[in-house]
Protein backbone atom coordinates (compact mmCIF):
# COMPACT_ATOMS: atom_id res chain seq x y z
CA UNK A 1 0.00 0.00 0.00
CA UNK A 2 1.87 3.47 -1.14
CA UNK A 3 1.46 6.15 1.23
CA UNK A 4 -0.18 9.38 1.02
CA UNK A 5 2.48 11.95 0.83
CA UNK A 6 2.02 14.85 4.11
CA UNK A 7 1.49 18.49 2.49
CA UNK A 8 3.38 21.23 3.97
CA UNK A 9 2.44 25.27 2.81
CA UNK A 10 5.44 27.04 3.07
CA UNK A 11 9.35 26.71 2.53
CA UNK A 12 10.74 29.22 5.32
CA UNK A 13 12.03 28.04 8.42
CA UNK A 14 9.11 26.50 10.16
CA UNK A 15 7.95 24.52 6.90
CA UNK A 16 11.62 23.68 6.07
CA UNK A 17 11.96 21.96 9.23
CA UNK A 18 8.90 19.98 8.82
CA UNK A 19 9.23 18.89 5.64
CA UNK A 20 12.73 17.42 6.75
CA UNK A 21 11.80 15.93 9.98
CA UNK A 22 8.44 14.09 7.87
CA UNK A 23 10.92 12.84 5.42
CA UNK A 24 13.30 11.57 8.62
CA UNK A 25 10.58 9.59 9.58
CA UNK A 26 10.20 7.75 6.41
CA UNK A 27 6.82 9.65 5.51
CA UNK A 28 6.89 11.14 1.54
CA UNK A 29 5.95 15.00 1.63
CA UNK A 30 5.03 17.35 -0.99
CA UNK A 31 6.68 20.88 0.60
CA UNK A 32 5.46 23.96 -1.60
CA UNK A 33 6.66 27.08 -1.72
CA UNK A 34 5.20 29.96 -3.90
CA UNK A 35 8.56 31.78 -4.76
CA UNK A 36 9.57 32.91 -7.62
CA UNK A 37 6.23 32.43 -9.05
CA UNK A 38 4.51 34.98 -6.57
CA UNK A 39 6.77 36.90 -4.01
CA UNK A 40 6.15 38.24 -0.52
CA UNK A 41 6.65 42.13 -0.18
CA UNK A 42 9.19 41.01 2.70
CA UNK A 43 11.30 38.15 0.34
CA UNK A 44 14.19 38.72 -2.15
CA UNK A 45 15.36 35.60 -3.25
CA UNK A 46 13.27 31.63 -4.31
CA UNK A 47 15.65 29.60 -1.46
CA UNK A 48 13.82 27.75 1.24
CA UNK A 49 14.10 29.13 4.56
CA UNK A 50 15.26 33.04 3.76
CA UNK A 51 16.16 35.19 6.73
CA UNK A 52 14.62 38.16 6.29
CA UNK A 53 14.92 40.53 8.85
CA UNK A 54 18.12 39.65 10.56
CA UNK A 55 20.68 37.09 9.85
CA UNK A 56 20.95 36.65 13.75
CA UNK A 57 19.26 33.44 15.71
CA UNK A 58 19.85 35.27 18.64
CA UNK A 59 21.97 34.83 21.65
CA UNK A 60 24.24 31.19 21.77
CA UNK A 61 24.82 30.78 25.69
CA UNK A 62 22.52 27.87 26.52
CA UNK A 63 21.51 29.97 29.60
CA UNK A 64 19.94 32.22 27.27
CA UNK A 65 16.37 31.43 26.14
CA UNK A 66 17.26 31.50 22.60
CA UNK A 67 20.43 29.24 23.33
CA UNK A 68 18.60 27.27 25.22
CA UNK A 69 16.28 26.91 22.34
CA UNK A 70 19.16 26.31 20.30
CA UNK A 71 20.46 23.47 22.23
CA UNK A 72 17.21 21.55 22.87
CA UNK A 73 16.68 21.24 18.96
CA UNK A 74 20.32 19.74 18.60
CA UNK A 75 19.24 17.28 20.78
CA UNK A 76 16.27 16.63 18.63
CA UNK A 77 18.11 16.65 14.98
CA UNK A 78 16.75 19.91 14.07
CA UNK A 79 18.21 20.34 10.27
CA UNK A 80 17.65 24.21 10.46
CA UNK A 81 19.84 24.27 13.83
CA UNK A 82 22.47 21.84 12.44
CA UNK A 83 22.67 24.16 9.29
CA UNK A 84 23.27 27.47 11.19
CA UNK A 85 25.54 26.00 13.23
CA UNK A 86 27.64 25.07 10.23
CA UNK A 87 27.09 28.17 8.26
CA UNK A 88 28.06 31.03 11.71
CA UNK A 89 29.45 34.17 10.98
CA UNK A 90 31.31 35.84 13.85
CA UNK A 91 28.52 37.72 16.12
CA UNK A 92 29.76 37.84 19.34
CA UNK A 93 27.54 36.25 21.54
CA UNK A 94 25.18 35.69 19.17
CA UNK A 95 24.72 33.07 16.81
CA UNK A 96 24.50 34.67 13.42
CA UNK A 97 24.96 32.99 9.83
CA UNK A 98 25.92 33.71 6.19
CA UNK A 99 22.36 33.90 5.10
CA UNK A 100 23.00 33.30 1.42
CA UNK A 101 24.92 30.27 1.85
CA UNK A 102 22.53 28.96 4.66
CA UNK A 103 19.16 28.70 2.50
CA UNK A 104 20.97 27.83 -0.57
CA UNK A 105 22.45 24.91 1.22
CA UNK A 106 19.23 24.13 3.29
CA UNK A 107 17.52 24.24 -0.24
CA UNK A 108 20.13 21.69 -2.14
CA UNK A 109 19.85 19.59 1.02
CA UNK A 110 15.54 19.08 1.12
CA UNK A 111 15.67 18.72 -3.15
CA UNK A 112 17.89 15.68 -3.17
CA UNK A 113 15.63 13.98 0.19
CA UNK A 114 14.09 10.97 -2.13
CA UNK A 115 11.08 11.73 0.24
CA UNK A 116 10.62 15.57 -0.23
CA UNK A 117 8.99 16.30 -3.39
CA UNK A 118 9.90 20.24 -3.75
CA UNK A 119 7.03 22.15 -5.90
CA UNK A 120 7.24 25.72 -7.04
CA UNK A 121 3.69 27.61 -7.02
CA UNK A 122 0.98 29.19 -4.82
CA UNK A 123 -1.40 26.89 -2.97
CA UNK A 124 -5.09 29.12 -2.97
CA UNK A 125 -6.51 26.56 -0.22
CA UNK A 126 -5.81 24.40 2.69
CA UNK A 127 -5.52 20.31 1.01
CA UNK A 128 -7.13 17.63 2.40
CA UNK A 129 -5.29 14.82 4.35
CA UNK A 130 -2.54 15.80 6.87
CA UNK A 131 -1.10 18.86 6.16
CA UNK A 132 1.42 21.13 7.54
CA UNK A 133 0.27 24.98 7.36
CA UNK A 134 3.61 27.03 7.64
CA UNK A 135 2.77 29.76 5.13
CA UNK A 136 3.88 32.46 7.62
CA UNK A 137 2.53 35.69 8.85
CA UNK A 138 2.91 36.80 4.96
CA UNK A 139 0.46 34.28 3.73
CA UNK A 140 -1.11 34.61 0.19
CA UNK A 141 -4.81 36.87 0.12
CA UNK A 142 -6.10 33.28 -1.22
CA UNK A 143 -4.88 30.81 1.19
CA UNK A 144 -5.10 33.67 3.83
CA UNK A 145 -9.02 33.77 2.82
CA UNK A 146 -9.30 30.15 2.88
CA UNK A 147 -8.17 29.37 6.35
CA UNK A 148 -10.44 32.76 7.66
CA UNK A 149 -13.03 30.38 6.04
CA UNK A 150 -12.03 27.10 7.90
CA UNK A 151 -11.65 29.04 11.23
CA UNK A 152 -14.31 31.58 11.13
CA UNK A 153 -12.22 34.36 12.82
CA UNK A 154 -10.22 37.46 11.61
CA UNK A 155 -6.77 37.92 11.47
CA UNK A 156 -4.29 39.41 14.13
CA UNK A 157 -1.72 41.39 13.57
CA UNK A 158 1.19 43.76 14.04
CA UNK A 159 3.75 45.64 11.98
CA UNK A 160 7.53 43.99 11.89
CA UNK A 161 11.08 45.92 9.71
CA UNK A 162 14.16 45.05 8.58
CA UNK A 163 16.99 46.48 8.65
CA UNK A 164 19.56 47.97 6.17
CA UNK A 165 22.98 45.90 4.80
CA UNK A 166 25.68 47.89 4.06
CA UNK A 167 29.07 47.05 1.69
CA UNK A 168 32.05 46.53 4.27
CA UNK A 169 34.30 48.43 2.25
CA UNK A 170 32.00 51.38 2.02
CA UNK A 171 32.67 51.39 6.12
CA UNK A 172 35.77 54.29 7.32
CA UNK A 173 37.41 51.86 9.53
CA UNK A 174 39.31 54.46 10.61
CA UNK A 175 36.80 55.46 12.77
CA UNK A 176 34.10 52.50 13.39
CA UNK A 177 36.21 50.21 15.83
CA UNK A 178 35.92 46.54 16.13
CA UNK A 179 35.05 45.60 19.53
CA UNK A 180 32.01 43.03 21.42
CA UNK A 181 29.96 44.52 24.43
CA UNK A 182 32.34 43.85 27.68
CA UNK A 183 34.87 42.17 25.42
CA UNK A 184 32.60 38.71 25.48
CA UNK A 185 33.84 36.67 22.79
CA UNK A 186 35.30 37.96 19.60
CA UNK A 187 35.48 41.14 18.71
CA UNK A 188 32.99 40.91 15.58
CA UNK A 189 30.77 44.04 15.52
CA UNK A 190 31.55 47.00 13.98
CA UNK A 191 31.16 50.02 16.16
CA UNK A 192 30.33 53.54 14.63
CA UNK A 193 30.76 55.94 17.85
CA UNK A 194 29.27 59.05 18.45
CA UNK A 195 30.00 62.07 20.78
CA UNK A 196 27.03 64.08 22.33
CA UNK A 197 26.57 66.39 19.43
CA UNK A 198 26.81 63.91 16.39
CA UNK A 199 23.92 61.96 18.43
CA UNK A 200 21.55 64.87 19.23
CA UNK A 201 21.76 65.64 15.39
CA UNK A 202 21.17 62.44 14.44
CA UNK A 203 18.45 61.84 16.50
CA UNK A 204 16.37 65.57 15.03
CA UNK A 205 17.34 64.38 12.00
CA UNK A 206 15.66 60.99 12.18
CA UNK A 207 12.68 62.56 14.39
CA UNK A 208 12.13 64.41 10.85
CA UNK A 209 12.73 62.58 8.27
CA UNK A 210 10.01 61.11 6.13
CA UNK A 211 7.89 57.43 6.37
CA UNK A 212 7.06 55.68 3.76
CA UNK A 213 2.96 56.17 3.97
CA UNK A 214 0.94 53.13 4.90
CA UNK A 215 -2.63 52.54 3.66
CA UNK A 216 -5.23 53.24 4.85
CA UNK A 217 -6.15 49.91 6.42
CA UNK A 218 -3.07 49.59 7.53
CA UNK A 219 -2.93 52.47 9.01
CA UNK A 220 -6.45 52.03 11.23
CA UNK A 221 -4.50 48.53 12.91
CA UNK A 222 -1.27 49.74 12.73
CA UNK A 223 0.70 47.71 15.84
CA UNK A 224 4.20 47.24 16.29
CA UNK A 225 5.92 44.42 18.09
CA UNK A 226 7.87 45.75 20.75
CA UNK A 227 11.00 43.52 20.52
CA UNK A 228 11.24 45.09 16.81
CA UNK A 229 10.40 48.51 16.97
CA UNK A 230 11.86 51.06 13.88
CA UNK A 231 14.51 52.89 14.61
CA UNK A 232 12.18 56.01 13.86
CA UNK A 233 9.63 54.98 16.28
CA UNK A 234 12.66 54.76 19.31
CA UNK A 235 13.55 58.29 18.25
CA UNK A 236 9.89 59.66 18.59
CA UNK A 237 9.68 58.31 22.64
CA UNK A 238 12.86 60.30 23.32
CA UNK A 239 15.95 61.70 23.47
CA UNK A 240 18.01 58.80 25.24
CA UNK A 241 15.61 56.19 24.33
CA UNK A 242 17.86 54.54 21.33
CA UNK A 243 20.95 55.29 24.05
CA UNK A 244 19.04 52.61 26.22
CA UNK A 245 18.06 50.56 23.49
CA UNK A 246 19.88 49.77 19.91
CA UNK A 247 22.79 52.88 20.39
CA UNK A 248 23.93 51.51 23.99
CA UNK A 249 27.62 52.28 24.31
CA UNK A 250 27.52 50.34 27.83
CA UNK A 251 30.39 47.90 27.88
CA UNK A 252 32.09 49.11 24.60
CA UNK A 253 35.24 51.13 24.46
CA UNK A 254 37.61 52.07 21.51
CA UNK A 255 40.40 50.13 22.29
CA UNK A 256 42.36 53.38 20.72
CA UNK A 257 41.07 56.08 22.77
CA UNK A 258 40.07 54.06 25.80
CA UNK A 259 36.92 56.01 25.84
CA UNK A 260 33.16 55.10 25.90
CA UNK A 261 31.14 56.84 22.98
CA UNK A 262 28.41 58.74 24.69
CA UNK A 263 26.65 56.36 21.68
CA UNK A 264 27.37 53.27 19.44
CA UNK A 265 25.66 51.94 16.23
CA UNK A 266 26.84 48.21 15.74
CA UNK A 267 27.25 46.35 12.61
CA UNK A 268 27.33 43.13 12.38
CA UNK A 269 28.48 40.65 10.20
CA UNK A 270 26.34 39.18 7.30
CA UNK A 271 28.43 37.02 5.40
CA UNK A 272 31.55 34.78 6.02
CA UNK A 273 33.60 36.73 3.77
CA UNK A 274 33.38 40.05 6.07
CA UNK A 275 31.44 42.13 2.63
CA UNK A 276 28.52 42.57 4.37
CA UNK A 277 27.26 44.13 7.26
CA UNK A 278 23.71 44.41 9.04
CA UNK A 279 22.74 47.97 11.29
CA UNK A 280 21.95 46.07 14.09
CA UNK A 281 18.38 47.27 15.66
CA UNK A 282 17.50 49.60 12.94
CA UNK A 283 14.44 48.20 11.30
CA UNK A 284 13.07 51.04 9.40
CA UNK A 285 10.13 52.53 7.47
CA UNK A 286 11.92 55.56 6.85
CA UNK A 287 11.60 56.64 2.72
CA UNK A 288 14.69 54.92 1.13
CA UNK A 289 16.11 58.26 -0.05
CA UNK A 290 15.77 59.43 3.71
CA UNK A 291 17.65 56.16 4.98
CA UNK A 292 20.54 57.52 2.74
CA UNK A 293 20.64 61.20 4.18
CA UNK A 294 20.19 59.77 7.87
CA UNK A 295 21.88 56.93 8.21
CA UNK A 296 25.05 58.35 6.47
CA UNK A 297 25.23 60.95 9.15
CA UNK A 298 26.64 58.38 11.45
CA UNK A 299 30.30 58.69 11.91
CA UNK A 300 31.85 55.95 9.41
CA UNK A 301 28.88 55.69 7.50
CA UNK A 302 29.29 59.07 5.34
CA UNK A 303 29.79 57.00 2.24
CA UNK A 304 27.93 53.79 2.95
CA UNK A 305 27.03 51.97 -0.06
CA UNK A 306 23.65 50.01 0.96
CA UNK A 307 22.83 46.53 -0.81
CA UNK A 308 19.86 46.36 0.83
CA UNK A 309 17.36 49.25 2.70
CA UNK A 310 14.89 48.77 5.34
CA UNK A 311 11.35 47.94 4.83
CA UNK A 312 8.44 47.53 6.64
CA UNK A 313 5.27 45.00 6.31
CA UNK A 314 2.82 43.94 8.07
CA UNK A 315 2.74 40.22 9.86
CA UNK A 316 -0.48 38.54 10.85
CA UNK A 317 -0.90 35.90 13.02
CA UNK A 318 -4.03 33.85 14.09
CA UNK A 319 -5.83 33.47 17.00
CA UNK A 320 -3.59 30.07 18.14
CA UNK A 321 -5.39 30.11 22.10
CA UNK A 322 -8.91 29.54 20.59
CA UNK A 323 -8.14 27.61 17.51
CA UNK A 324 -4.62 24.96 18.70
CA UNK A 325 -3.58 22.39 20.90
CA UNK A 326 -0.25 22.70 22.14
CA UNK A 327 0.84 19.34 19.79
CA UNK A 328 0.09 22.17 17.07
CA UNK A 329 -3.04 20.37 16.05
CA UNK A 330 -5.95 22.36 14.87
CA UNK A 331 -8.80 21.53 17.12
CA UNK A 332 -11.57 20.82 15.15
CA UNK A 333 -9.16 19.38 12.16
CA UNK A 334 -6.58 17.60 13.71
CA UNK A 335 -5.29 16.24 10.49
CA UNK A 336 -4.13 20.04 10.09
CA UNK A 337 -1.06 21.16 11.50
CA UNK A 338 1.02 24.60 11.98
CA UNK A 339 3.99 26.10 12.78
CA UNK A 340 5.70 29.68 12.80
CA UNK A 341 4.79 32.96 12.99
CA UNK A 342 1.19 32.43 11.63
CA UNK A 343 0.72 30.92 15.01
CA UNK A 344 2.25 33.23 17.36
CA UNK A 345 5.75 32.20 17.68
CA UNK A 346 8.33 35.05 17.58
CA UNK A 347 11.68 34.69 16.12
CA UNK A 348 13.58 32.42 13.82
CA UNK A 349 14.27 29.44 16.46
CA UNK A 350 10.71 29.66 17.71
CA UNK A 351 9.71 28.84 13.62
CA UNK A 352 12.26 25.94 13.13
CA UNK A 353 11.14 24.78 16.46
CA UNK A 354 7.30 24.91 15.92
CA UNK A 355 8.50 23.02 12.20
CA UNK A 356 10.09 20.21 13.73
CA UNK A 357 7.22 19.39 16.11
CA UNK A 358 4.55 20.34 13.69
CA UNK A 359 6.33 18.17 11.34
CA UNK A 360 7.23 15.26 13.85
CA UNK A 361 3.97 14.93 14.75
CA UNK A 362 2.50 14.97 11.01
CA UNK A 363 4.62 11.84 10.39
CA UNK A 364 3.17 10.30 13.81
CA UNK A 365 -0.33 10.96 12.25
CA UNK A 366 0.09 9.29 9.03
CA UNK A 367 1.89 6.09 10.96
CA UNK A 368 -0.73 5.69 13.13
CA UNK A 369 1.14 7.41 16.27
CA UNK A 370 -0.21 9.32 18.86
CA UNK A 371 1.02 12.89 18.70
CA UNK A 372 3.67 14.59 21.09
CA UNK A 373 3.69 17.39 23.54
CA UNK A 374 6.76 18.47 24.87
CA UNK A 375 7.34 18.87 28.94
CA UNK A 376 6.56 22.48 29.72
CA UNK A 377 9.69 22.53 31.46
CA UNK A 378 11.32 22.86 28.53
CA UNK A 379 11.60 26.21 26.60
CA UNK A 380 9.90 24.17 23.37
CA UNK A 381 7.11 22.87 25.64
CA UNK A 382 6.55 26.14 27.43
CA UNK A 383 6.40 27.80 24.16
CA UNK A 384 3.89 25.71 22.58
CA UNK A 385 2.06 25.25 26.16
CA UNK A 386 1.85 29.21 25.99
CA UNK A 387 0.00 29.63 22.55
CA UNK A 388 -2.50 27.27 23.09
CA UNK A 389 -3.33 28.33 26.57
CA UNK A 390 -2.98 31.98 26.68
CA UNK A 391 -5.39 34.71 26.81
CA UNK A 392 -7.75 34.57 23.50
CA UNK A 393 -8.46 38.62 23.95
CA UNK A 394 -5.02 40.03 24.87
CA UNK A 395 -2.95 36.85 22.60
CA UNK A 396 -0.29 38.60 21.40
CA UNK A 397 3.18 36.66 19.43
CA UNK A 398 5.57 35.27 21.76
CA UNK A 399 9.28 34.85 21.87
CA UNK A 400 11.11 32.41 23.89
CA UNK A 401 11.68 33.71 27.34
CA UNK A 402 12.20 32.15 30.83
CA UNK A 403 9.16 34.07 32.53
CA UNK A 404 7.05 31.41 30.51
CA UNK A 405 8.97 28.42 32.47
CA UNK A 406 7.04 26.67 35.69
CA UNK A 407 8.58 28.08 38.56
CA UNK A 408 11.74 26.61 39.92
CA UNK A 409 10.25 25.44 43.21
CA UNK A 410 13.26 27.51 45.10
CA UNK A 411 14.19 31.51 45.32
CA UNK A 412 17.37 32.04 43.78
CA UNK A 413 18.13 35.98 43.39
CA UNK A 414 21.11 35.52 40.80
CA UNK A 415 19.90 36.35 37.31
CA UNK A 416 22.19 33.92 36.03
CA UNK A 417 22.34 30.99 38.47
CA UNK A 418 18.78 31.22 38.13
CA UNK A 419 18.72 30.73 34.11
CA UNK A 420 20.96 27.93 34.54
CA UNK A 421 18.69 25.90 37.11
CA UNK A 422 16.22 26.28 34.11
CA UNK A 423 18.52 25.25 31.36
CA UNK A 424 20.00 22.40 33.25
CA UNK A 425 16.29 21.25 34.06
CA UNK A 426 14.90 21.94 30.70
CA UNK A 427 18.24 19.38 29.19
CA UNK A 428 17.52 17.05 31.54
CA UNK A 429 13.79 16.56 31.00
CA UNK A 430 13.94 16.65 27.07
CA UNK A 431 16.72 13.81 27.36
CA UNK A 432 14.25 12.30 29.59
CA UNK A 433 11.48 12.47 27.34
CA UNK A 434 13.25 11.84 24.14
CA UNK A 435 14.37 8.47 25.38
CA UNK A 436 10.68 7.83 26.38
CA UNK A 437 9.11 7.94 23.06
Same mark, same amino acid.
Given at each position: ?25 ? /? +? ?16 ? !? ?83 ? /? ?80 ? %????? %? ?70 ? %? ?13 ? !? ?14 ? +? ?17 ? &? ?5 ? &? ?90
Amino acid at each position: MTQEPIQVIGGGLAGTEAAWQIAQAG /V +PVILYEMRPKRFSPAHHT !EHLAELVCSNSFGAMASDRAAGLLHEELRQLGSIVISKADEHAVPAGGALAVDRGQFSHDLTQTLENHPLIDFRRGEVPHIPDGI /VVLASGPLTSPDLAADLHRFTGMEYMSFFDAASPIIVGDSINKDIAFMASRYDKGEAAYLNCPMNKEQYLRFWEALRQAEQT %ELKDF %ERETAKFFEACLPIEELAQRGEDTMRYGPLKPVGLSDSRTGERPYAVVQLRQEDKAGQLWNMVGFQTNLRWG %EQKRVFQMIPGLEKA !EFVRLGVMHRNTFINA +PQLMSASLQFKQRPTLLAA &GQLIGTE &GYTAASAGGWLAGTNAARLALGKEPLTLPNTTMMGALFEFISSASPKHFQPMPPNFGILPDLGVKIKSKQERYGKYRDRSLTDLATWKAAI
